[in-house]
C-alpha cells in the first residue's frame, strides 16, 4: 500500500471515522454498563472482524473491502474501549495515584502498539500476512480475558443528581459539560490539531519515503515509529516527575510545539537521522500530553459522568483525523 497513497489514506480514515461517528454514544454507553464488561465485548468484536479479513484474505475480489471493513470495526471498537478505560481508573485508582496509573497505562499501550508491535508485526508479515492478522486475533482475545480480570468498584458513584432516563440526555449532558468547562474544551481543540497532523504524518509518511529515498522505505517507516514508541514509552514513565518540576500546562504547550515541528521537519527532508530524532521527541511529548490529559480529565469531571464527557472530548479531538487523512490521500 505504500505505493497508493489514496488506498493507505483510505484505511487511515477509516480507523479514525469511529470517534466522529460514534464518539458521543461510546462515551455514553460507557457510562450506562458495566465498564469492564465494555471494553471486553468492544475487544472481542474487534477479534472478529479480523478474524473474517483472515478468512477474506485470499479471496482477491473481497480482500480490499474486507480490510477497510475490518479497519472500521477496529476503530470503533477502539471507541468503546478507550471511553471505558478511563472511567475504570476514577472507579478504582485514588486521585492521588492517577498519574502515576495513567503513566504506566500509556507505557504498556505504547509499548504493545508502537514498540514491540512494529516489530513483531514486521516479523510476522514476512512470514504471511495471515499470520499476523492471526496473531493479532489471539492479542485481542487475551485483551478480552484481562478486562474481565479488572476488580468491579464497590460503587459507581453516580452523585447526588439524577440519572437521564435517555441515552440521549445522557449525550446532551455530557456535551454541554464539556463545551461549559474552559480548561477541557481547550485541550480538546488543540488534540484536535495535533491528531489531524498525525493522520496525516502516517498516511504520507512511508509514500514520501518511498518516492525520496532508494529502496526499504517501509524498513525506514518502521524505524521511525519505534523512534516515537521509544520516545513515548520513556516520556510515560517520567511523566509524574516532569509534572512535578516543570507543570502540566508547559509540557501540554511544549508538545504542540514538538509535534508541530516534527510535521513541518517530515515535510521538509526526507534524512532518517533528523526524522528519528524528531519522532523521538514527538512520542515523548505525546506520551507526557495523553497522561495528564487523561489524569485532568479524570480529577475535573464529576462523577458518573466520566464516559459521556470522555466522548465528546475525543470527538472534538480526532474529528480531524479521517477528513486530514483523506485530504492527505
Known amino acids: 500500500m505504500a505505493s497508493a497513497p489514496g488506498t493507505s489514506a483510505a484505511v487511515v480514515a477509516c480507523l479514525s471515522l469511529g470517534w466522529p461517528l460514534f464518539g458521543l454514544l461510546g462515551g455514553a454507553l460507557a457510562d450506562r454498563h458495566d465498564r ?3 471494553f471486553a465485548s468492544a475487544n472481542a468484536r474487534r477479534a472478529l472482524a479480523l478474524g473474517i479479513l483472515l478468512a477474506l484474505w485470499s479471496v482477491p475480489e473481497a480482500a480490499l473491502p474486507a480490510i477497510f471493513a475490518a479497519a472500521f470495526v477496529f476503530g470503533l471498537g477502539e471507541v468503546l474501549a478507550d471511553t471505558a478505560v478511563p472511567g475504570i481508573v ?18 504498556a499501550s ?11 508485526g514486521a516479523f ?3 512470514l504471511h500476512p495471515q499470520l499476523a ?21 464497590a460503587t459507581r458513584g453516580r452523585g447526588a443528581a439524577p440519572r437521564p432516563t435517555t441515552l440521549a440526555a445522557e449525550v446532551v449532558e455530557g456535551l454541554r459539560y464539556l463545551l461549559g468547562h474552559a480548561a477541557l474544551l481547550r485541550m480538546a481543540v488543540a488534540a484536535m490539531g495535533l491528531a489531524g497532523g498525525w493522520a496525516v504524518w502516517l498516511g504520507l509518511m512511508p509514500c514520501q519515503l518511498e518516492v525520496e529515498g532508494s529502496g526499504g522505505a517501509g524498513y525506514r ?4 515509529l519505534m523512534g516515537f514508541a521509544a520516545g513515548g514509552l520513556i516520556g510515560a514513565g517520567l511523566t509524574v516527575r516532569l509534572v ?15 509535534t508541530a515541528g516534527l510535521l513541518t521537519l517530515s515535510g521538509t527532508t526526507a534524512a532518517l537521522p533528523a526524522l528519528l530524532i524528531a519522532a523521538f521527541a514527538a512520542g515523548f511529548g505525546g506520551a507526557v500530553w495523553n497522561v495528564i490529559a487523561s489524569t485532568l480529565r479524570q ?8 464516559g459521556r464527557v470522555t466522548g465528546p472530548f475525543r470527538l472534538v479531538a480526532y474529528a480531524s483525523m479521517p477528513v486530514a487523512a483523506l485530504l492527505a490521500g
Open 133 to 153: 492478522l492471526g496473531c493479532l486475533v489471539l492479542v485481542l482475545v487475551a485483551a478480552v480475558q484481562a478486562g474481565r480480570l479488572v476488580p468491579r468498584p
Open 221 to 224: 517507516f518502521g524505524l521511525l
Open 124 to 126: 510476522l508479515l514476512g
Open 299 to 306: 480529577n475535573l469531571t464529576d462523577e458518573g459522568q466520566i
Open 36 to 38: 469492564r464488561a465494555v
Open 90 to 107: 476514577k472507579d478504582t485508582v485514588p486521585v492521588a495515584a492517577r498519574t502515576r496509573v495513567n503513566g504506566r497505562i500509556a507505557a
Open 110 to 120: 505504547t509499548s504493545a502498539n508502537d514498540f514491540v508491535g512494529p516489530l513483531a
Open 244 to 258: 512535578r518540576v516543570v507543570g502540566a500546562q508547559r509540557l501540554l504547550l511544549a508538545d504542540v510545539v514538538g
